[in-house]
């Protein structure tokens, strides 16, 4: 069973930065794809970063390319978004998710697993 746990959110002014993690208190996730999406308020949920089961292969959205960074510790069953300048229009519950096919994908129905989500503003 994976369960994922995301945490790292909060309130941070506009540039200000914040690294969410995603842990798997369940079975190890070494070889899951994992991504991380976002909700903001009205809006649909949106891709925002994947990374590959090894690490080795990463893709963001546009919006966030060259500000997020998407990474991965198999060791301690644990993914991380690093998310440096921050925007008001960043602002969403940011989700974690997991996906069997190893790979990474930009869909969110090829993910099986989805954590509760964790809170993330950006105020300007």
């Known amino acids: 069973q994976v369960q994922l746990v995301e945490s790292g959110g909060g309130l941070v002014q506009a540039g200000g930065s914040l690294r969410l993690s995603c842990a798997n208190s369940?079975?190890?996730?070494?070889?899951?794809?994992m991504a991380w999406f976002r909700q903001a308020p009205g809006k649909e949920r949106e891709f925002v970063a994947a990374?590959?089961?090894?690490?080795?292969?990463?893709s963001y959205a546009d919006s966030v390319k060259g500000r997020f960074t998407i990474s991965r510790d198999n060791a301690k069953n644990t993914v991380y978004l690093q998310m440096n300048s921050l925007k008001p229009e960043d602002t969403a519950v940011y989700y974690c998710?997991?996906?069997?096919?190893?790979?990474?994908?930009?869909?969110?129905?090829?993910?099986?697993?989805w954590g509760q989500g964790t809170q993330v503003t950006v105020s300007s």
């Open positions: 369940g079975r190890t996730f070494s070889n899951y794809g």
């Open positions: 998710a997991a996906a069997r096919r190893g790979s990474w994908s930009r869909v969110e129905y090829e993910y099986d697993y």
């Open positions: 990374i590959s089961w090894s690490g080795f292969s990463t």
